[in-house]
């Protein structure tokens, strides 16, 4: 099947995208690396009178620090951080991540925006940047506003992006030397779907964590204080401390009814946290 008539624009710069976003109203689609919605639009499951192509706009591929975070252009791809070729502020936890998706062919267009903007549950970076307590930033021609990645994620392939509005930055705070960071998924086979995704940032000197549990039926489960799940506090034996009955009673309690699945989720998190601890 071939995808249904549609318009093509490539604008020049983000203002001139903006203003065609504006003007288009609700019938468009924005296309970065194509590798998402190149395959909706074939099997027609999305039918646009409107494609804008942002894939040559050079403001979405730039990347730098900024203070204390990392301000990675929303067209960057995830071949550029799995080679290095933006900064690196989180240890080397984003191009670990980078490097698992998919194929190769797929990391050399398909970008960090455009998987945000997707909401797969079982994409990597919807999982892996609220664990490293990331931002987005998104443009309109109304302004920009900031949001957590966990509120910009409201559910399965369901972001908060409103009409006319579009992924401009994800922004990643500088790793602490003291974090741990453990990401871990089950896929039948390399480059497959996952079937299950965990993702954990844990601080034993702050005693914080940040637990992502991905690939599930939904938005994924963020925990921003997973003390429960170690025994009520957060010390430099966690690796000891993680109650796998906690875990699954966690997942039942957000409507994870089957006892196997949750045994993979269980499991995905708790070799994600032994990653963390080595």
């Given at each position: 099947?071939?995808?249904?008539?549609?318009?093509?624009?490539?604008?020049?710069?983000?203002?001139?995208?903006?203003?065609?976003?504006?003007?288009?109203?609700?019938?468009?689609?924005?296309?970065?690396?194509?590798?998402?919605?190149?395959?909706?639009?074939?099997?027609?499951?999305?039918?646009?009178?409107?494609?804008?192509?942002?894939?040559?706009?050079?403001?979405?591929?730039?990347?730098?620090?900024?203070?204390?975070?990392?301000?990675?252009?929303?067209?960057?791809?995830?071949?550029?951080?799995?080679?290095?070729?933006?900064?690196?502020?989180?240890?080397?936890?984003?191009?670990?991540?980078?490097?698992?998706?998919?194929?190769?062919?797929?990391?050399?267009?398909?970008?960090?925006?455009?998987?945000?903007?997707?909401?797969?549950?079982?994409?990597?970076?919807?999982?892996?940047?609220?664990?490293?307590?990331?931002?987005?930033?998104?443009?309109?021609?109304?302004?920009?506003?900031?949001?957590?990645?966990?509120?910009?994620?409201?559910?399965?392939?369901?972001?908060?992006?409103?009409?006319?509005?579009?992924?401009?930055?994800?922004?990643?705070?500088?790793?602490?030397?003291?974090?741990?960071?453990?990401?871990?998924?089950?896929?039948?086979?390399?480059?497959?779907?996952?079937?299950?995704?965990?993702?954990?940032?844990?601080?034993?000197?702050?005693?914080?964590?940040?637990?992502?549990?991905?690939?599930?039926?939904?938005?994924?489960?963020?925990?921003?204080?997973?003390?429960?799940?170690?025994?009520?506090?957060?010390?430099?034996?966690?690796?000891?401390?993680?109650?796998?009955?906690?875990?699954?009673?966690?997942?039942?309690?957000?409507g994870m009814t089957s006892p196997a699945d949750r045994h993979i989720h269980v499991t995905v998190l708790r070799r994600a946290i032994d990653e963390a601890a080595a």
């Amino acid at each position: 099947m071939k995808a249904a008539p549609f318009a093509y624009e490539r604008p020049a710069d983000l203002k001139a995208a903006i203003a065609l976003m504006a003007e288009a109203g609700e019938s468009t689609k924005i296309m970065a690396g194509g590798q998402s919605l190149g395959p909706m639009l074939n099997l027609r499951l999305v039918q646009p009178e409107l494609i804008i192509d942002i894939s040559g706009l050079a403001e979405l591929k730039q990347a730098e620090r900024r203070g204390d975070e990392l301000v990675i252009g929303a067209c960057v791809t995830h071949g550029d951080i799995e080679d290095g070729r933006i900064p690196d502020v989180t240890r080397g936890a984003m191009q670990r991540v980078a490097s698992a998706i998919a194929y190769r062919a797929v990391r050399n267009r398909g970008t960090i925006g455009g998987s945000l903007s997707h909401a797969d549950p079982a994409a990597d970076w919807v999982s892996a940047l609220p664990a490293l307590g990331a931002k987005v930033t998104l443009r309109s021609a109304h302004g920009v506003r900031d949001l957590a990645v966990e509120d910009f994620i409201a559910g399965a392939l369901e972001s908060v992006l409103q009409a006319g509005e579009i992924v401009e930055a994800v922004r990643v705070p500088v790793m602490r030397a003291s974090a741990r960071w453990g990401y871990v998924k089950a896929c039948r086979k390399p480059g497959e779907f996952a079937h299950a995704i965990a993702a954990v940032m844990i601080d034993p000197e702050l005693g914080t964590t940040r637990v992502v549990i991905g690939a599930v039926e939904a938005a994924p489960i963020f925990l921003v204080d997973a003390a429960e799940l170690f025994g009520g506090r957060i010390t430099h034996n966690f690796r000891q401390q993680f109650d796998a009955h906690a875990a699954d009673a966690l997942l039942a309690q957000a409507g994870m009814t089957s006892p196997a699945d949750r045994h993979i989720h269980v499991t995905v998190l708790r070799r994600a946290i032994d990653e963390a601890a080595a």
